[in-house]
């Protein structure tokens, strides 16, 4: 009885790891929506006449990752705070990369967003 019991509360850890736990926060962690758009700092801190692919792969990951209105709030608390803390950024670049890329986000990347206000 005991092993079964044991059994059935293993499989259900592994289909909650596999599957995602219904009790996960739904928002994207901060690490990942900064390493998926680390290959744009470069650009931002020196914009040329053309985004780098990786750069705009990064911006097209990051837009297809954040499917809810949590994930698209924490994102751009995490693009918000990072764009801050790293000095030398061309702030009009960061706020006109999603569309240089072909990606519309419903905001603007800027340090002044009030990021509870996306949808």
Do not use: W
């Amino acid at each position: 009885m005991a092993t079964t019991l044991v059994l059935k509360f293993a499989s259900l850890v592994v289909m909650c790891m596999v599957l995602g736990s219904p009790f996960a926060e739904a928002a994207l962690p901060c690490g990942q929506v900064q390493f998926t758009v680390a290959p744009c700092i470069g650009y931002l801190r020196s914009p040329g006449p053309s985004v780098p692919a990786p750069c705009c792969n990064g911006i097209r990951t990051l837009k297809n990752q954040a499917k809810t209105i949590a994930d698209r709030q924490g994102a751009c608390r995490c693009l918000k705070s990072t764009s801050l803390s790293l000095p030398g950024l061309n702030l009009p670049a960061l706020a006109s990369l999603p569309g240089k890329c072909g990606v519309n986000f419903s905001y603007k990347i800027t340090p002044s967003i009030n990021c509870n206000t996306v949808n």
